[in-house]
């Protein structure tokens, strides 16, 4: 599993962009960037992964760079909702253990 | 479609007793994987199962410690003999093959 390093914590207004990074200089050429998100000590909830290319779904955007070394996770319209710790890792896409690191305590501020 | 549902949700266990806790996957899922997250910790992986099968148990204690998944019913994690230091949430996630796990809302276990 590739080693991912992510910042302790981070604020960000309420309705601005949320860019979360994430560093996984380690990651293997058949790993995949996978994102969740822990609110509140509830069950993680995934919210996007991708390969090479950049990804969108309905609740964010991630940029993986091209040498696949580093990504970046982005809320583009932050509400206080998104208040949660957020994990990026990398993982085989088939069916293998999900290893989650310390993630990145993101607060949304009023 | 429901989604990963785990019961109880709190249980408490007096030291020495057994303790149970259920999942049952997402519809058409067959893939279970348990995590625990201590207190003020990650989450750590215990063991990945397929129907009547365990496929790695590599994050699971070695002793105390069981996983089931039937042909029929919920996966269950068996946790005989509880102590203290096994107080945490137990997360199951659930996947078909190839796809994205998706997590349960996790059991809380308290042991006095």
């Known amino acids: 599993d590739a080693k991912t390093t992510q910042p302790t914590s981070m604020d960000c207004a309420e309705g601005r962009a949320a ?33 090479k290319n950049n990804e969108t779904n309905e609740m964010a955007s991630l940029i993986i760079t091209e040498d696949r070394k580093s990504s970046t996770l982005i809320l583009p319209h932050a509400t206080l909702r998104d208040t949660a710790v957020y994990y990026c890792m990398g993982s085989n896409f088939g069916n293998e253990k999900l290893t989650f690191g310390t993630g990145t305590r993101l607060t949304i501020i009023p | 479609n429901a989604g990963v549902m785990q019961n109880p949700r709190h249980l408490v266990r007096r030291r020495g007793q057994e303790a149970r806790l259920r999942c049952s996957p997402m519809k058409g899922h067959s893939h279970v994987y348990w995590y625990r ?22 994050g699971m204690p070695k002793e ?29 996630a659930s996947s078909t093959r190839w796809e994205t796990q998706y997590f349960g809302p996790g059991t809380r276990l308290l042991v006095l």
Request: one cysteine or more; aromatic letters at 14%; glycine letters at 8%.
């Open chain 1, 19 to 51: 860019n979360l990074p994430c560093n996984h200089s380690t990651i293997s050429g058949n790993e995949y960037v996978y994102w969740y998100r822990q609110i509140h000590s509830q069950g993680p909830q995934y919210i996007i992964h991708g390969l």
């Open chain 2, 37 to 58: 997250q201590l207190p003020e910790e990650g989450l750590k992986f215990m063991v990945y199962l397929q129907k009547e099968n365990i496929i790695d148990e590599s």
């Open chain 2, 64 to 92: 105390r410690f069981s996983a089931e998944f039937p042909k029929e019913g919920p996966s269950i994690l068996r946790i005989q003999q509880v102590v203290r230091g096994d107080s945490a949430a137990y997360f199951c």
